[in-house]
């Protein structure tokens, strides 16, 4: 069990940049790998990005490369998504979510997640 509290969405105009955090509040696991989806209503969640928490290892999804950075604070046991160059499409919720060992591309593999935050970005 890992709680996530995320933080940081708002309103932005495109091209604009927006810094999404999410901390690990409390645990009884130390997550292998902390990622993060997005959802529109209608549309299945969608993966964006994954961190291994141990190596630092990235990966993106093609949509949001070049754009997206993920992030650790070790200190502070958060995870950041750094968003520059936003698009409209970029509108949604946004979820951090953690798993115990390895990282995935698939929602459901991901036991827990943060409560969301919004990410509205206009032309």
Known sequence: QVHLVESGGGSVQAAGSLRLSC???????WPGCMAWFRQTPGKEREW????????????????????FTI????AKKTIFLQMNSLKPEDTAMYYC????TQCVYEPAAFPNWGQGTQVTVSS
Not at 23 to 29: E, G, H, L, Q
Not at 50 to 67: I, N
């Open 97 to 100: 979510a953690a798993r115990a």
């Open 71 to 74: 992030s650790q604070d070790n």
């Open 23 to 29: 901390a690990v509040a409390i645990y009884t696991y």
């Open 48 to 67: 964006v990005t994954f961190l291994y928490t141990s190596s630092g290892s990235t990966q993106y999804a093609d949509s949001v490369k070049g754009r």
